[in-house]
């Protein structure tokens, strides 16, 4: 009973846990050496680069898709001899992939947004998914080494093709495209009104407008007839 109740003393924390003495001195080191320990999976995570957005892998398959063509052209063509002629040609060769519906002007469907039974009418790009394709060829360009004055993607034809289409998908399908109006930024009102409400000074004639100018009314009348009795 001796031996077995009183032999030995408390079991240490640190061995019942399956911690030695080696990991408290590793800890110590560490601590005295004045830097943390870096896990190892951390470590590789924070050396490998980043995934690439969305966008970026976006672009760069629309890249490739876009040399692709420039190869099966025939003839075949060079970048530096790309002009917005063939980028508009490589738009309409597009529209064969399209699943946007635009009606025809003969159609009886011209002009409805919502149209009650299919037409024959074929399927095109929308023109939301061509803006947004050449804005991303025109910055894949540069990033690629051409010269800003020289991108076929930012030529004028280029900006009125796509202007047509708009207004041509527009009228077909009875959706009108008008920009977005931007909102007026209301910082500034707002920190008009607060300057007039919190001033005390300025609340005799506003009285009724906000709580906090009651009482700067308040205190001018009683200033007022202690002045009157004083004089009285």
Not at 197 to 210: E, L, W
Request: positive net charge; charged residues 20%; contains cysteine.
């Amino acid at each position: 009973m001796d031996s077995a109740s009183g032999g030995t003393g408390p079991p240490d924390p640190n061995t019942s846990r399956g911690e030695g003495p080696s990991s408290a001195a590793t800890g110590s080191i560490a601590a005295a050496a004045g830097g943390a320990v870096v896990p190892a999976a951390a470590a590789e995570a924070s050396s490998s680069p980043a995934p690439p957005s969305r966008y970026e892998s976006q672009k760069r398959r629309d890249w490739n898709t876009f040399l692709q063509y420039l190869k099966n052209h025939k003839p075949p063509l060079t970048l530096a001899r790309c002009s917005g002629a063939h980028v508009i040609e490589f738009l309409k060769y597009l529209d064969q992939f399209g699943k946007t519906k635009v009606h025809a002007s003969g159609c009886p469907y011209f002009g409805h947004p919502n149209p009650p039974a299919p037409c024959a009418c074929p399927l095109k790009q929308a023109w939301g998914s061509l803006d947004a394709l050449i804005g991303r060829l025109r910055a894949a360009y540069e990033e690629n080494g051409g010269r800003p004055e020289s991108n076929p993607f930012g030529a004028r034809a280029v900006r009125i093709y796509l202007r047509e289409v708009r207004e041509g998908q527009a009228k077909a399908r009875g959706i009108p495209y008008e920009k977005k109006k931007r909102k007026r930024p209301t910082v500034t009102a707002t920190a008009v009104v607060g300057n007039v409400s919190a001033g005390p000074s300025q609340g005799g004639g506003d009285g009724d407008v906000g709580g906090g100018d009651g009482g700067g009314g308040s205190s001018t009348t009683a200033a007022d007839a202690a002045t009157t009795s004083t004089a009285v």
